[in-house]
């Protein structure tokens, strides 16, 4: 083709361009962490990271052993998951929870519930001129889903807060990620209840229901919560905390079949799948509970352990009854210290935290301090705290 039929068939700019779309997403919080986190590596005994709740224990053989079996695995995965898989699902909620009435309709595998959780306004048809409910204190990536949705986003723990306007999606968070609470029974009841009368759709993030301390945390699925009925309801589960399978990336949603039904059909179009050999090791971990209970007496161990520390070393700690973080804050004359003195202060001492302000400002005076890591590193900050 000559330079001159090149010019022919090139395309012309449009006289009234699109301006490109901006989601305007907030900054990824953990960047702001970059020069403190360099600050505790320098320790001369080395970091002990306490920032990112990441499994460091070895994944179950059993599992590990399930995923190996699957390897050959040449064929597509279907987006709605295996029927194993998904029976798998049910039966660890009503096993584990008491939760009924669910069907193979009822359930969906995902890829981590970081990408349902972000994803999950959009495929709902939730966008502009539509608001989205989350906790005062909460996962950055409620945020980030109204936001890429286009949709606005209210950070409030308050039904009242939301005035005559009704919101499209509420998001529910218990036990908490970062503060560890738990809402009671009476409380979820009353926010069913309250979304129903307005037809908000309500989901669940339930990731850390295995992982309680001083309460027991209930799904919003129970019948006693629900009243026996899913509609309108969605709740989230993750296996990366309760089975060290954060790098396998197997989580499900599950509740309402028609909400489910419509997150399927848009993540037929875009191709989400649940690789196979991941799924028959989902299947594996939902079904087995000896691992899971030896993981929550490693982690209780660990959490009593640096509880103790850090109220030696001053410290206060609040909510932190379930979940696998401890909410801290550190007095600081007649008011509160804020959370980046302290994340720097500790960092002076190798151990590197979460500032709460990642997760809003009513976090401004208090830290999230993970206690997933190894033994020999909790020792390690322990004696630090004390030292």
């Known amino acids: 083709?000559?330079?001159?039929?090149?010019?022919?068939?090139?395309?012309?700019?449009?006289?009234?361009?699109?301006?490109?779309?901006?989601?305007?997403?907030?900054?990824?919080?953990?960047?702001?962490?970059t020069a403190l986190a360099a600050t505790a590596r320098a320790h001369p005994d080395g970091i002990v990271d306490l920032s990112v709740g990441t499994p460091v224990d070895p994944t179950p053989d059993l599992v590990q052993q399930a995923l190996r079996d699957a390897a050959d695995s040449p064929g597509y995965p279907t987006t709605i998951g295996l029927p194993e898989t998904r029976q798998a699902a049910i039966d660890w909620l009503?096993?584990?929870?008491?939760?009924?009435?669910?069907?193979?309709?009822s359930v969906l595998p995902v890829i981590g519930s970081k990408e349902l959780i972000a994803s999950l306004p959009g495929h709902l048809g939730i966008g502009?001129?539509?608001?989205?409910?989350?906790?005062?204190?909460?996962?950055?990536?409620?945020?980030?889903?109204?936001?890429?949705?286009?949709?606005?986003?209210?950070?409030?723990?308050?039904?009242?807060?939301?005035?005559?306007?009704?919101?499209?999606?509420?998001?529910l968070n218990s036990p908490s990620n970062p503060?560890?609470?738990?809402?009671?029974?009476?409380?979820?009841?009353?926010?069913?209840?309250?979304?129903?009368?307005?037809?908000?759709?309500?989901?669940?993030d339930e990731c850390y229901l295995e992982c309680a301390w001083d309460v027991q945390p209930s799904s919003v699925l129970?019948?006693?919560?629900?009243?026996?009925?899913?509609?309108?309801i969605l709740a989230v589960h993750s296996l990366s905390k309760r089975s060290n399978l954060a790098g396998y990336r197997c989580a499900f949603v599950a509740g309402d079949p028609t909400l489910v039904g419509e997150l399927l059909a848009v993540r037929k179009n875009l191709g989400l799948q649940m690789p196979g050999p991941q799924q028959r090791a989902m299947i594996v971990a939902l079904e087995d509970d000896a691992h899971v209970v030896e993981q929550h007496a490693t982690y209780a161990a660990r959490r009593a352990k640096l509880k103790e520390a850090l109220m030696m070393a001053g410290f206060t700690i609040d909510h932190s009854e379930a979940s696998l973080y401890l909410w801290a804050r550190r007095a600081a004359g007649s008011g509160g210290e804020d959370c980046w003195q302290t994340v720097a202060d500790l960092a002076d001492l190798g151990i590197l935290v979460a500032p709460g302000d990642f997760y809003g400002a009513a976090g401004s005076q208090h830290v999230r301090v993970a206690f997933t890591a190894t033994d020999e590193r909790i020792d390690a900050a322990v004696a630090r705290l004390t030292g």
């Not at 083709?1 to 997403?25: D, G």
């Not at 560890?180 to 009368?197: A, F, I, N, S, Y």
């Open 94 to 105: 009503a096993r584990r929870f008491g939760v009924t009435g669910l069907g193979l309709d």
């Open 128 to 171: 502009p001129g539509d608001l989205v409910g989350y906790p005062e204190l909460a996962y950055p990536t409620y945020e980030v889903g109204a936001v890429l949705a286009g949709a606005r986003g209210l950070a409030t723990d308050s039904l009242t807060a939301f005035g005559p306007e009704v919101p499209r999606l509420l998001w």
């Open 1 to 33: 083709m000559s330079p001159s039929e090149v010019e022919a068939v090139a395309p012309r700019p449009s006289p009234n361009p699109r301006p490109p779309v901006s989601t305007k997403l907030p900054d990824f919080p953990w960047d702001k962490l």
């Open 222 to 232: 129970h019948p006693d919560i629900c009243g026996g009925s899913h509609e309108g």
């Open 179 to 204: 503060t560890g609470r738990v809402l009671p029974p009476d409380h979820l009841r009353k926010v069913v209840d309250w979304c129903r009368q307005r037809g908000t759709i309500l989901v669940s």
